[in-house]
């Protein structure tokens, strides 16, 4: 039976899809803190450079790839050449990993947004956090038991996430994402706005942009701009070709490309403006100095983040929810596109029906997802997260970008994305792919399996960093090469 492939709507409809991916728990929690702790204002010029030479470039050559072939990365590869499959499988399964905690950082999210109301964290939110609502453990392996306090937001953010998924391109994705994106820049819009009116605002403010340009020289924030603006852009993961391949026969994708790099690097400075205006506020009230007020991921967002609401007298109760929705939303359109990067993949590999993938996929990133939601989930959470972004994103954009730019016809894909486009890519473009962005790579990766063959992360105990790092990494590169030995049941669709 031929079908047809799903299709976007509209322009916006797909340029948000892809802003939604883009933009999400990275650039609240993560942006503002990689930037201040790298050089503050001398970080954006990496940072642009960054985005100028891979963020970009990438995302012309995901969404002209995704465009063109009509398939998700596993497809589109094997179009590419017979025997790169694998490399989209990889992608997938990377996905795969991440939606798994990503879910429940949402699922924490959900939780707060409530606790917010009322700041049910009270004046200790550390102890709140890791201890009442984690029920954290004394290491990974002592799961602890199920938290019920997570489970329910848990199965929330899975339905959302399902039921966007099983509408389909364009009566779900694109709907979604329509809601979510407008709102969450309404949002961030009213926090910043907020922030940067509190007293002693200025003192994060000037944390965050004071720049170093003493650091400039530093190789450490060159590989910080560019690892952000690759987690950020959601590029290299198997999305962006997702998501493109359900773009029309004429649809722009240089235009798209700068608009979607754009939109996310904006949204990142409005959090900044956000986050240290209102941690500038805490640090003044406390009396001690901007940089002893928090640190990057988890317990900025969940412990200090709280800590700093609860300085806000009456305005305490309006940020602590719209902070916390803020994650939310900007997590679930990511969620969201994680998911449709895999499931677009076995939709296009065994030939089934978008019902029958969204269900069986999500049944089963759910049930794994529940790991995370023991005592030791944190734990767990951290490693693979640390394991992933290290290696599994490295290499995957590494081994992208050396078999796209010196294995195939690069030109081909620029003439193509050029016919197309509203404007035209010249060589820059070629230099950056083919040139820049292995070379950043590939030294990346090296000095990442350097650092972590030296020091085990974080001092986690060696059977903790194999199973739940290095094993994961064997599953993903074998199983890149176990689906590719699968054979394709072609779906026959109509052009
Ligand atoms: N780009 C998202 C962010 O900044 C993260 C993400 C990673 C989304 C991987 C999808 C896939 O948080």
Same mark, same amino acid.
């Given at each position: 039976m031929a079908q047809q492939r799903e299709q976007w709507g509209t322009r916006t409809g797909f340029v948000l899809a892809a802003v939604g991916s883009a933009i999400g728990l990275g650039n609240i929690w993560r942006f503002p803190y990689v930037a201040a702790e790298n #050089? &503050? &204002? /001398?970080f954006f010029i990496p940072y642009l450079f960054a985005l100028l030479t891979a963020g970009i470039p990438i995302l012309i050559l995901e969404f002209g790839l995704g465009q063109k072939y009509r398939g998700s990365a596993p497809l589109t590869f094997s179009k590419l050449n017979s025997k790169w499959e694998w490399l989209g499988w990889w992608q997938v399964l990377v996905c795969f990993f991440i939606a798994v905690y990503y879910a429940v950082i949402i699922a924490w999210a959900i939780s707060f947004t409530f606790f917010g109301l009322t700041q /049910?964290?009270?004046?200790n939110p550390s102890d709140f956090f890791f201890? @009442?609502? $984690? #029920? $954290? @453990? &004394? #290491? !990974? +392996? %002592? $799961?602890g038991g199920l938290q019920a306090g997570i489970l329910i937001p848990l199965l929330l953010a899975w339905v959302v996430t399902f039921a966007a998924l099983y509408s389909g391109v364009k009566g779900g994705i694109e709907k979604a994402n329509k809601f979510f994106m407008p709102a969450l820049f309404i949002i961030i819009i009213i926090i910043a706005i907020r922030g940067i009116t509190l007293t002693g605002a200025a003192d994060g403010l000037n944390y965050l942009f004071? !720049?170093? +340009?003493?650091?400039?020289?530093?190789y450490k924030i060159w590989t910080a701009a560019y690892g952000q603006i690759f987690f950020s852009l959601s590029v290299c993961f198997a999305i962006m070709i997702a998501y493109s391949s359900y773009l029309p026969k004429k649809s722009d994708v240089v235009n798209n490309a700068f608009i979607t790099g754009f939109m996310d690097v904006g949204f990142s400075l409005l959090a900044g403006l956000a986050v240290f205006g209102i941690l500038g506020h805490m640090a003044h009230v406390q009396g001690v #100095?901007? /940089? %002893?007020v928090g640190k990057a991921g988890v317990g900025l967002a969940f412990v200090t983040f709280p800590a700093a609401i609860n300085t806000l007298g009456a305005f305490a109760p309006v940020l602590g929810v719209l902070f916390f929705l803020s994650l939310t939303f900007a997590g679930l359109s990511s969620l969201i596109s994680i998911n449709e990067a895999a499931i677009a993949a076995f939709m296009d590999k065994f030939s089934l029906s978008r019902k029958k993938a969204v269900s069986i996929y999500i049944a089963v990133a759910a049930i794994c997802s529940l790991v995370f939601a023991t005592g030791a989930g944190l734990y767990i959470l951290d490693i693979v997260d640390h394991f992933i972004n290290n290696f599994g994103i490295v290499f995957a954009g590494l081994i992208q970008v050396i078999l796209v730019g010196w294995f195939f016809n690069l030109k081909s894909i620029q003439e193509h994305v050029n016919a197309i486009s509203d404007f035209s890519v010249g060589s820059w473009w070629i230099v950056c792919i083919k040139f820049i962005t292995p070379i950043i790579l590939g030294y990346m990766a090296i000095m990442n399996l350097i650092g972590d063959l030296k020091a085990p992360y974080e001092g986690y105990p060696g059977d903790a960093l194999f199973w739940m790092g290095w094993f994961v990494m064997i599953v993903v590169i074998t199983g890149g090469f176990i689906m590719q030995a699968f054979k394709t049941q072609s779906r026959d669709l109509k052009e």
């Amino acid at each position: 039976m031929a079908q047809q492939r799903e299709q976007w709507g509209t322009r916006t409809g797909f340029v948000l899809a892809a802003v939604g991916s883009a933009i999400g728990l990275g650039n609240i929690w993560r942006f503002p803190y990689v930037a201040a702790e790298n #050089g &503050g &204002g /001398a970080f954006f010029i990496p940072y642009l450079f960054a985005l100028l030479t891979a963020g970009i470039p990438i995302l012309i050559l995901e969404f002209g790839l995704g465009q063109k072939y009509r398939g998700s990365a596993p497809l589109t590869f094997s179009k590419l050449n017979s025997k790169w499959e694998w490399l989209g499988w990889w992608q997938v399964l990377v996905c795969f990993f991440i939606a798994v905690y990503y879910a429940v950082i949402i699922a924490w999210a959900i939780s707060f947004t409530f606790f917010g109301l009322t700041q /049910a964290w009270g004046d200790n939110p550390s102890d709140f956090f890791f201890g @009442t609502y $984690l #029920g $954290l @453990t &004394g #290491g !990974p +392996f %002592e $799961l602890g038991g199920l938290q019920a306090g997570i489970l329910i937001p848990l199965l929330l953010a899975w339905v959302v996430t399902f039921a966007a998924l099983y509408s389909g391109v364009k009566g779900g994705i694109e709907k979604a994402n329509k809601f979510f994106m407008p709102a969450l820049f309404i949002i961030i819009i009213i926090i910043a706005i907020r922030g940067i009116t509190l007293t002693g605002a200025a003192d994060g403010l000037n944390y965050l942009f004071q !720049p170093d +340009f003493s650091k400039i020289w530093d190789y450490k924030i060159w590989t910080a701009a560019y690892g952000q603006i690759f987690f950020s852009l959601s590029v290299c993961f198997a999305i962006m070709i997702a998501y493109s391949s359900y773009l029309p026969k004429k649809s722009d994708v240089v235009n798209n490309a700068f608009i979607t790099g754009f939109m996310d690097v904006g949204f990142s400075l409005l959090a900044g403006l956000a986050v240290f205006g209102i941690l500038g506020h805490m640090a003044h009230v406390q009396g001690v #100095g901007v /940089a %002893e007020v928090g640190k990057a991921g988890v317990g900025l967002a969940f412990v200090t983040f709280p800590a700093a609401i609860n300085t806000l007298g009456a305005f305490a109760p309006v940020l602590g929810v719209l902070f916390f929705l803020s994650l939310t939303f900007a997590g679930l359109s990511s969620l969201i596109s994680i998911n449709e990067a895999a499931i677009a993949a076995f939709m296009d590999k065994f030939s089934l029906s978008r019902k029958k993938a969204v269900s069986i996929y999500i049944a089963v990133a759910a049930i794994c997802s529940l790991v995370f939601a023991t005592g030791a989930g944190l734990y767990i959470l951290d490693i693979v997260d640390h394991f992933i972004n290290n290696f599994g994103i490295v290499f995957a954009g590494l081994i992208q970008v050396i078999l796209v730019g010196w294995f195939f016809n690069l030109k081909s894909i620029q003439e193509h994305v050029n016919a197309i486009s509203d404007f035209s890519v010249g060589s820059w473009w070629i230099v950056c792919i083919k040139f820049i962005t292995p070379i950043i790579l590939g030294y990346m990766a090296i000095m990442n399996l350097i650092g972590d063959l030296k020091a085990p992360y974080e001092g986690y105990p060696g059977d903790a960093l194999f199973w739940m790092g290095w094993f994961v990494m064997i599953v993903v590169i074998t199983g890149g090469f176990i689906m590719q030995a699968f054979k394709t049941q072609s779906r026959d669709l109509k052009e």
